[in-house]
């Protein structure tokens, strides 16, 4: 559907809504993607979904009903039922109307027609490319190649309307030969943006260095965190943040908004329309902004909702699908490079779970690639072991960072970390 | 609703024949689900969600191409017949095709889930009442800082058919309570919730799991957690209740026994197993006593689905005889790729929108023939701890080397349980652990737990599984805290 024809259908369930109270959103996504594994395709898929999603209010209760009927002339009987559910549900002592008029929506460029187009040849070709690599080194291949696009139309009942659109482009590759593997994950909004080839060719290279892995002896070592591996902990922090489990007593970071929770190397933000594209609006309709979260190690803001932002004096924030950490300059062969005496390096973490939401304490495996790294040189790879960390004691320790890199919808720059007991 | 869903199943597929491919199917499915959730004493959301639409699968020259579309729009549905052939045949253009389907008999026909009474029937009002009820009574200690209950119900009619011939449907009903109560003291939070899971069952299931004890019960255990002393360290006995089990099952014998991992087609992602197509009725998994059996005809079991997403029937199977692995749960793709004639029917897809891979069965440990009580298992242990539910879960991506929590726990000291403990985490690998099984109590303790979203897969899909087992003995496992 073009950005009328969606805009048309959340304007005509504003209209015929017999409540105060609605906020609707049309959401269209198609998503075509090439898995393969053990050098062979294993899936190619195109999928295509739209989904409306309204939400309805009287001023004391709320509902919300979701529906793939999608046509004009089901509107009446959408809301009809949407309006049964509304009346059986209990009044709501936080009930919130829609966000006021006049919000003020980021223009966010995150559209690529080509990749939008997703063209199947495209994406079947780079599973071969890197199946047709594996084979040529006695390895195996595994991943996912696609593209995808997303078309959003929202509007609330108190007068504002937006639309949105966004493409993605991504690669996940292992390449492994046995034990020895190795992995890359890239993503862009344009698929000609992604450096395919080249990463093919250095996965590859990276599951030779990784044969004749040793064990680890016990000691103590500095950490030296890939892009990916710093990546992989992120998220743990980011939904530990929210502002009213912290303040009902829930996380680690009750209390402790002004604090410094990690050390002054530290600065973790969104950002809508930088390097990373985020959303402009979440699904109330509310506009979205850049925030900092935590700056030179301070936590200066959190995610809080209308509600408990209003009852606490905060200000109402989310997350708008995006989190950075700045980083220096340097690559990871330049951190590797300058790190003194015993090292690990790592390229992923795995199965990441907490142990104590209350602590942020994670157990987490390693996976494709840990090397002992001796006086700025790589020695010799090591077995994957099971760690048990607090992620914001290791943000505490960080000595160096290097320059950012795009995974996914995080940036995050390879760092060393502190001297650690393992 | 079901009728006309095969019908249109049907049609596709003779859009399919009309095209020449070599296999193709056609899975349409309609799916209600409400979910009602309090959020301390205030109901928190009230949802429902009406999605239908159709997923199309088709070889071309032994290459998959997979198409869907919400909704059943007969234009958007020809459209995505298109789509589905087109990738294939871009996937033939490319690779040699590869794909070798078992061969099954056909299957016709129709399943209903058991369903005593329809959830979707029962007033809302009554679900509300229960909800609010259940809050009140977690809330009547000001110790509890945070609730979570939730009813959650889902009708899934689903059609499928192929170019072979098939052509069956089913009509299941989901019911899932949960409760989950957290209490806070000084800087301390502990939890405890309700772990039975989801059924294919209706509103009788909300009735029997009663969420009214549950609430007691979990007010009075999380503050009985949140008071209690940390969990020792050290090699010791553990006792574990079948909730627990459900969880360590999952993680250390369901996933390693999906045959797409011993093929490397989940190498990416959810990762490979530590066995070998060879160990199939050779390798010794667990102690004698140790025999699992995968069984997608189970009553209640969320996996139970008649048929599966090839349209093979369910069945039962023995995964570890006598400690012995058997054979993989496969699908018609994979069956003959592990040296097995015909798939075990674990071929499952999220939604519409979902190619089909190979899932875990429901599957449970059997339970001891003599007639063992958990008590029995207790007094035979000097030192150790008895777990009840789930908790803290990771694995390696071989399935080797795995660390549990849980979500209560007690210290047993000489034969009894003496005291609750919090923080309790075990570290152990696959076949040691269950080679150290030293006790299965008998069907008396016997406990099922129904998952609704394990995830597997690029792009990650949520599957269903129900699992089982009596409380059980491990002797000698490294216990203590996540930090240490």
Known sequence: ?????????????????????????????????VRFGQNRITQNMDTFERKLRITLGDGERKTVYSTHRIDTDAIPEILATAMDMLKTASPDPEYMPPVPAGQ??????AWDSLTADADPASRTQAAARAINTAKKNGMEAAGLVGMSYENTAIGTSTGNLAYHRSTDAYMRLTLDRGKPSSFRFLSAEAWDDLPVDDAIREVAVEVESDENQMELEPGEYRLILEPQAACDLIPYIAWSMNARPADEGLTVFSGRQGEMVTGGNFTMTSEVNGTLKGTPFNEEGFASGDVTWIENGRLVNQPCTRYWAAKTGREPLFIPGTLALEGDSGSIGDLIGSTPGRALLFRRFWYIRFVDQKELSLTGMTRDGVFLVEDGKVVHPVTDFRWNWKPLELFSRIEKLGAPERKGQLSVPPMIIGPTAL | MIDEMRDLAGRIVGQLRYRSVDYGDARVENTDLESLTYRKQRLAESDFQASHGVGIRVLVNGCW????????????????????????????????????????????????????????????????????????????????????????????RRAFSN???????????????????????????????????????????????????????CREEAIMKVKAPESPSGVMDLVLDGTHLSLTMHESVGHPTESDR??????????????????????????????????????????????????VPGQKWYTVRDGIFQQFGSVRETALLVNRKNSRGCCRAMDFASFPINRQPNFYLEPGKEPITPDDLISEVNKGVYIEGRGSFSIDQRRVNFQFGGDMFWEIRNGKKVQPLKKVIYRSKTRDFWGSCDGIADDRSFKTMGLLTCGKGEPMQGARMTHGASTSRFRNIEVGRGAE
């Open chain 2, 262 to 311: 011993v093929l490397g087609w989940e190498a990416s992602m959810a990762g490979r197993t530590f066995l070998n197509i060879d160990d199939q009725e050779k390798l010794k998994y667990g102690s004698e006593i140790v025999n699992f059996v995968a069984d997608n005809t189970m009553p209640y079991g969320v996996a139970s689905w008649g048929w599966d997403d090839d349209g």
């Open chain 1, 104 to 109: 003020v929506y980021p223009v966010i460029d």
């Open chain 1, 1 to 33: 559907m073009t950005r009328d024809e969606l805009l048309e259908v959340i304007e005509a369930v504003l209209e015929k809504a017999e409540v105060p109270d609605v906020v609707a959103t049309l959401t269209e996504n198609r998503d075509a993607a």
């Open chain 2, 65 to 156: 191409g997979f198409a869907s579309c919400s909704g059943f729009d007969s234009d958007l549905v020809e459209k995505t017949v298109d789509r589905a052939v087109s990738v294939a045949r871009a996937g033939a253009g490319v690779m040699e095709g590869s794909v070798r389907l078992s061969e099954e008999v056909p299957s016709i026909g129709h399943y209903d889930g058991p369903c005593e009474r329809n959830p979707f029937e029962i007033p809302r009002s009554e679900k509300l009442d229960l909800l609010a009820r259940a809050a009140d009574i977690i809330h009547a200690s000001p110790l509890i800082n945070m609730s979570w209950s939730n009813l959650r119900f889902e009708r899934k």
């Open chain 2, 163 to 217: 170019t072979e011939g098939s052509l069956v449907s089913s009509d299941l009903v989901f019911s899932m309570p949960t409760i989950m109560a957290y209490a806070v003291l000084g800087d301390d939070m502990q939890n405890r919730g309700f772990q039975e899971g989801a059924r294919i069952a209706g509103w009788e299931w909300i009735e029997q799991a009663d969420m009214i004890f549950w609430a007691e019960k």
